[in-house]
């Protein structure tokens, strides 16, 4: 699912240190100079704390790295994982790594959550295998997955998937516009789509 990802974002340079925090301006901060007194160190203290609380909020203002502020925006960067319902996780996991060949994340929590389950690595992302009951219908589903809910995952070949689908006698459509791209579905009947990508 790499091919989801959005493209990086960029901060404008005048907001970096040299460390590749974000900078922030503090000339609209007015810095008084006390006379020496008894009290003096309890000024400093209380400039240095109005400052960091104007900083805090100019950081949180600043933190999209744009000149201008989008409430819409906040900063997507990629797809995580999808998560897919299954009904059996040993025959799910039969799928998903012995014909489709995935790797587990050991470092991801299996122990934690009150369901059984199992993260499998599509590329940097993942898929959460979660076993528990699938509020949809397993019958009437289109035979083609493009027309259903469905998980894509970029491939680089599509002739070697359908091989191996051909060899394990699963069913799959391929792609109706005629690009490389294979439909099929797990023992659950998600619609699974994987597409063809230049590497």
């Known amino acids: 699912m790499a091919s989801l990802l959005n493209p990086s974002l960029s901060l404008p340079q005048n907001k970096l240190n040299h460390g590749g925090l974000l900078a922030v301006s503090t000339s609209a901060i007015p ?46 960067v990629s797809m995580h994982h999808v998560g897919i319902l299954c009904e059996n996780l040993e025959r799910s996991l039969d799928f998903y790594q012995n014909i489709l060949g995935l790797a587990i994340n050991e ?48 491939i680089r070949d599509v002739s070697k998937l359908k091989a191996i689908l051909d060899k394990a006698g699963i069913p799959y459509t391929l792609s109706r516009s005629g690009r490389p791209a294979i439909f099929t579905r797990d023992p659950d009947t998600n619609a699974l789509e994987f597409t063809q990508v230049d590497a």
Not at 134 to 149: I, S, V
């Open 31 to 76: 810095n008084k100079k006390f006379q020496p007194s008894s009290t003096r160190r309890s000024h400093r203290l209380l400039l240095m704390r109005a400052k960091t609380s104007v900083e805090t909020d100019m950081l949180a203002k600043d933190s999209v790295g744009t000149d201008t502020v989008d409430d819409n925006d906040f900063g997507v």
């Open 107 to 154: 470092a991801r929590p299996h122990d934690k959550l009150p369901y059984r389950g199992a993260w499998l690595w599509v590329g940097s992302e993942m898929i959460h295998l979660m076993e528990l009951p699938n509020p949809d219908p397993l019958t009437g589903r289109p035979e083609h997955g493009g027309r259903d809910r469905h998980t894509c995952i970029a």
